[in-house]
């Protein structure tokens, strides 16, 4: 069965840390994986997309990386402020599934002034 | 572009009642889905469609029903609800194998 896994579920850090998010999946024939971000009561707004073609991707203060063949990705939140604070989910689609997305339960992120 | 839009925001329904929750979306995508999300959980696909007049189950799809008759709107029937159901709702669209967009979704109570 595909699975998509998040380690840890919370997290909290003090202002200016640099992080890493985990998110971990059991089927190397993934097709792409995307990052989310959900406020409380909010809809998910959507953070970084990564194609199995793709080792990486970048948008300003976050970089996300995957590794297909130890099936991981990580989302690196560099000098986190208290704005960064949500819930990060992580979900994968697979061949065969393209556009069904398997989320991850998320990791709930507090930054602390 | 308004997006992915939902109605209504919230519901409370009785056991057994029937009601459908609206999706929409205006940036011409391919791909429409129905996720719902549960405390501790994460989003579990219910139906998904291709494109019009083509729909398919997912992961959660028994009490629900779809159907796409156009390129813009997906609504998501709930046959006769039950406790089971309550939770929170979301609709996504996207181009197939790109970014997928979430409407703010539908806080369902089912009482």
């Known amino acids: 069965k595909q699975e998509v896994t998040q380690i840890p579920a919370a997290l909290s850090v003090p202002e200016g840390e640099n992080l890493v998010l985990n998110c971990s999946f059991t089927d190397s024939a993934i097709y792409n994986l995307q990052w989310f971000r959900q406020d409380p009561g909010k809809g998910l707004t959507s953070l970084l997309l990564?194609?199995?073609?793709?080792r990486e991707q970048t948008s300003g203060r976050l970089n996300a990386s995957l590794d297909k063949s130890s099936g991981r990705s990580t989302l690196y939140i560099a000098a986190s402020q208290p704005g960064d604070s949500a819930t990060y989910l992580c979900a994968a689609s697979f061949s065969g599934g393209y556009n069904k997305l398997i989320f991850g339960a998320g990791t709930r992120l507090a930054v602390h002034p | 572009n308004a997006g992915v839009t939902q109605t209504p925001k919230f519901q409370v329904l009785k056991t057994g009642q029937s009601m459908t929750l609206q999706c929409a979306q205006d940036m011409n995508h391919e791909y429409m889905s129905w996720y719902r999300q549960d405390p501790g959980m994460g989003l579990r696909l219910i139906h998904y469609?291709?494109?019009?007049?083509?729909?398919d189950q997912g992961e959660v799809p028994n009490g629900y029903n779809v159907s796409r008759s156009t390129t813009e709107d997906f609504p998501l029937r709930l046959l006769s609800a039950a406790p089971s159901q309550t939770s929170v709702y979301f609709c996504?669209?996207?181009?197939?194998?790109?970014?997928?967009?979430f409407g703010p979704g539908t806080r369902l109570t089912v009482t």
């Open positions: 990564i194609q199995s073609s793709q």
């Open positions: 469609s291709v494109g019009a007049g083509i729909t």
């Open positions: 996504a669209s996207s181009d197939r194998g790109h970014e997928q967009y």
